[in-house]
C-alpha cells in the first residue's frame, strides 16, 4: 500500500502544467511541445496511478498538485497525505476482497449444482469437456498443456491458445487447483476446473487482472506427460 502512496506522491511533485487543463478535452489546444508534456504527463498520471484509485475530484487533485509543486501552504502534510492514500487502498482492497468471496461462492455453489460437474474434497469443482484414457501425471511430473483462464464474468486473463503455443511445467510447481486438477486427466483429456480462491492465488490475488479472494475457471487440454 505504501509504495502506491509513494509513486503518487513523487509524480505529484513532477507536475509543472496540469492545473492549466482543467478545461473541457475539446477546448484544450496543444499548440507547443511543453503543451504536449503536459497533456501526455497528464494522460500517464490518469493511466499508471489514477485509475487504482477509483473516482476522484478533479478540482481537489488539481489543487493538490499545483500547492505542493510551487511550495504553497497545503491543507495536509505529506505525511498526512501517505497516510489518506493507504487508508483509501486499505478501504478499497477490503470492499473488494469482500465482493469477490461472496460472487465466488455464489458462483461456485450455482455450478456444483450443474449436470456434469464434480466436487472434490478440497472443494476443486471439474466437469469433462473430452475424456481420455491412459496414465495420469503424478504431482513431480513435468505435464504440457494448453489452457484457457477466465474470471467468473468471462474476462480471460491468460490463454496458451492466444500465444499459439502450449506452456509445459512442472505439476508441483503451480496452484494448488492445478496440482490437483490435472492429476485426474489421461493426455488427450480436455476438463474445466472452477477453482476457489483457496485453490487459486489466496488472498491477495495475482498481477492486475486477478484479485483477492478471485474464484477462476480454466478449461484445460493435457498433451503430454515427461516423468
Same mark, same amino acid.
Given at each position: 500500500?505504501?509504495? !502506491?502512496?509513494?509513486?503518487?506522491?513523487?509524480?505529484?511533485?513532477?507536475?509543472?502544467?496540469?492545473? !492549466?487543463?482543467?478545461?473541457?478535452?475539446?477546448?484544450?489546444?496543444?499548440?507547443?511541445?511543453?503543451?504536449?508534456?503536459?497533456?501526455?504527463?497528464?494522460?500517464?498520471?490518469?493511466?499508471?496511478?489514477?485509475?487504482?484509485?477509483?473516482?476522484?475530484?478533479?478540482?481537489?487533485?488539481? #489543487?493538490?498538485?499545483?500547492?505542493?509543486?510551487?511550495?504553497?501552504?497545503?491543507?495536509?502534510?505529506?505525511?498526512?497525505?501517505?497516510?489518506?492514500?493507504?487508508?483509501?487502498?486499505? $478501504?478499497?482492497? #477490503?470492499?473488494?476482497?469482500?465482493?469477490?468471496?461472496?460472487?465466488?461462492?455464489?458462483?461456485?455453489?450455482?455450478?456444483?449444482?450443474?449436470?456434469?460437474?464434480?466436487?472434490?474434497?478440497?472443494?476443486?469443482?471439474?466437469?469433462?469437456?473430452?475424456?481420455?484414457?491412459?496414465?495420469?501425471? $503424478?504431482?513431480?511430473?513435468?505435464?504440457?498443456?494448453?489452457?484457457?483462464?477466465?474470471?467468473?464474468?468471462?474476462?480471460?486473463?491468460?490463454?496458451?491458445?492466444?500465444?499459439?503455443?502450449?506452456?509445459?511445467?512442472?505439476?508441483?510447481?503451480?496452484?494448488?487447483?492445478?496440482?490437483?486438477?490435472?492429476?485426474?486427466?489421461?493426455?488427450?483429456?480436455?476438463?474445466?476446473?472452477?477453482?476457489?480462491?483457496?485453490?487459486?492465488?489466496?488472498?491477495?490475488?495475482?498481477?492486475?487482472?486477478?484479485?483477492?479472494?478471485?474464484?477462476?475457471?480454466?478449461?484445460?487440454?493435457?498433451?503430454?506427460? !515427461?516423468?
Amino acid at each position: 500500500m505504501k509504495s !502506491k502512496a509513494l509513486v503518487l506522491s513523487a509524480l505529484l511533485l513532477a507536475l509543472t502544467a496540469c492545473e !492549466k487543463k482543467e478545461s473541457a478535452p475539446a477546448e484544450v489546444n496543444l499548440a507547443t511541445d511543453e503543451d504536449r508534456f503536459s497533456y501526455a504527463l497528464g494522460m500517464l498520471v490518469g493511466e499508471r496511478v489514477l485509475k487504482q484509485y477509483g473516482e476522484v475530484d478533479y478540482q481537489l487533485l488539481l #489543487a493538490g498538485m499545483r500547492a505542493q509543486h510551487q511550495d504553497q501552504a497545503t491543507l495536509l502534510t505529506l505525511e498526512e497525505a501517505g497516510d489518506s492514500l493507504n487508508a483509501h487502498s486499505e $478501504k478499497q482492497f #477490503a470492499e473488494q476482497s469482500a465482493g469477490n468471496r461472496k460472487r465466488g461462492e455464489d458462483y461456485l455453489k450455482s455450478n456444483s449444482e450443474k449436470d456434469g460437474v464434480q466436487v472434490t474434497e478440497s472443494g476443486l469443482q471439474y466437469s469433462v469437456l473430452t475424456p481420455a484414457d491412459g496414465p495420469k501425471p $503424478k504431482a513431480t511430473d513435468e505435464v504440457t498443456v494448453h489452457y484457457r483462464g477466465t474470471l467468473i464474468d468471462g474476462t480471460e486473463f491468460d490463454s496458451s491458445y492466444s500465444r499459439g503455443a502450449p506452456t509445459s511445467f512442472t505439476l508441483n510447481q503451480v496452484i494448488p487447483g492445478w496440482t490437483e486438477g490435472l492429476q485426474l486427466m489421461s493426455i488427450g483429456a480436455k476438463y474445466q476446473f472452477v477453482i476457489p480462491y483457496s485453490l487459486g492465488y489466496g488472498e491477495r490475488g495475482a498481477g492486475g487482472q486477478i484479485g483477492p479472494f478471485e474464484t477462476l475457471i480454466f478449461e484445460v487440454e493435457l498433451i503430454d506427460i !515427461k516423468s
